[in-house]
Nanobody, 115 residues
């Protein structure tokens, strides 16, 4: 069984910063990609950023230059540093871990950016 526990969401004013964390536990054999997606009501879940075990990163255009993804392999933990937040960044942010051939998701953490 794999569990992903997210933390760090909350309410912030536009221009502010938040740091999300996601710790994975359980059978981590074969863990590779970890990342973050986000979703707003009525829309599909969308990519924010991913990072491979080797440290290769991929960002959605919306977060480039503002968001930084990182991870600690020894702790199976992934982070998302979000700076210069905008109201359009408001969403539920979900952590993803690709282990073997399966995708595992966290329960989501709300990020609200006020104007």
């Amino acid at each position: 069984q794999v569990q992903l526990v997210e933390s760090g969401g909350g309410l912030v004013q536009a221009g502010g910063s938040l740091r999300l964390s996601c710790a994975a536990s359980g059978n981590m054999f074969g863990i590779n990609i970890m990342g973050w997606y986000r979703q707003v009501p009525g829309k599909q879940r969308e990519l924010v950023a991913t990072i491979s075990r080797a440290g290769n990163t991929d960002y959605a255009d919306s977060g480039k230059g503002r968001f930084t993804i990182s991870r600690e392999n020894a702790k199976n933990t992934v982070y998302l540093q979000m700076n210069s937040l905008k109201p359009e960044d408001t969403a539920v942010y979900f952590c993803l871990a690709k282990i073997g051939w399966r995708d595992y998701w966290g329960q989501g953490t709300q990020v609200t950016v006020s104007s």
